[in-house]
DNA sequence: CGTGCGATTATCT
DNA sequence: GATAATCGCACGC
């Protein structure tokens, strides 16, 4: 089910379940937010111009972890999809904390300072992966694999109902609606975009 | 509650 | 040397 093409398999991740077991403390999230990132068709993606040295695991095997670090600051995680040596990945940008809420409170408190409210531990791609502990290390992790220390879990059944627009802090490609969420759910991160676009109201 | 801006560094040109 | 799939805080309404 992760084979086809990225667009169609983002929707079908929301309500998967990631965890975690970095430094044997295990935190599970369900995941109400994602994107989708192509290869060469994509000029949004970071796979836009062929394989390079951080972008390798995006042409790996379906459900490969490649993580990547962002703005100087975060990590951010994605699940590779489509067919092995085709580019392709799904950001997971937000879940909600279903195990370990105590760990994930733990990492996501700043020194000094005080935890954030339990839907804000894992709202956003870069507190997600903070949540879970996951970073540089974890990069070509196979997800599927139930001996890896960061596994995901597809939904039994599809999501009955997601909502859809355009991709968050990006400037090329822009217009296409491949940022997919749960509707009525806190622990999706708030739009960032400048236009202020609202998703629409899709099927399934 | 919404908008604006600086931090910080791996990666690629 | 420029850029970036972000976040948290400051400020104004």
Redesign the pocket.
């Known amino acids: 089910m992760l084979a086809g093409r990225v667009d169609e398999v983002a929707p079908r991740l929301l309500g998967a379940r990631i965890a975690s077991w970095v430094d044997t403390s295990p935190v599970a999230l369900r995941v109400v937010e994602v994107?989708a990132?192509g290869g060469e068709d994509d000029p949004?993606?970071?796979?836009c111009?062929g394989a390079?040295?951080?972008?390798l695991a995006?042409f790996a095997e379906p459900g490969t972890a490649y993580v990547y670090?962002?703005?100087?600051?975060?990590w951010?995680l994605?699940v590779t999809v489509g067919p092995a040596g085709r580019a392709g990945?799904v950001?997971l940008r937000a879940g909600e904390v279903v195990t370990g809420i105590e760990v994930a409170r733990d990492r996501r408190t700043?020194p000094s300072?005080r935890p954030?409210r339990d839907r804000d531990l894992a709202r956003?791609?870069?507190?997600l992966t903070q949540a879970l502990g996951v970073s540089r290390v974890h990069d070509g992790t196979d997800l599927l694999d139930g001996g890896s220390v960061v596994r995901l879990t597809l939904p039994d059944v599809a999501v009955a109902e997601y909502l859809c627009g355009p991709?968050?802090?990006?400037?090329r490609a822009a217009d296409r609606p491949w940022r997919f969420w749960l509707p009525d759910e806190p622990a999706v991160?708030a739009y960032r975009g400048g236009t202020?676009t609202r998703g629409e109201r899709s099927e399934r």
């Open positions: 994107e990132y949004a993606s970071h796979a111009r390079t040295g951080r972008n995006m670090f962002s703005y100087g600051v975060h951010c994605n990945a950001l700043p300072g954030p956003g791609p870069g507190r991709r968050v802090g990006i400037n991160s202020g």
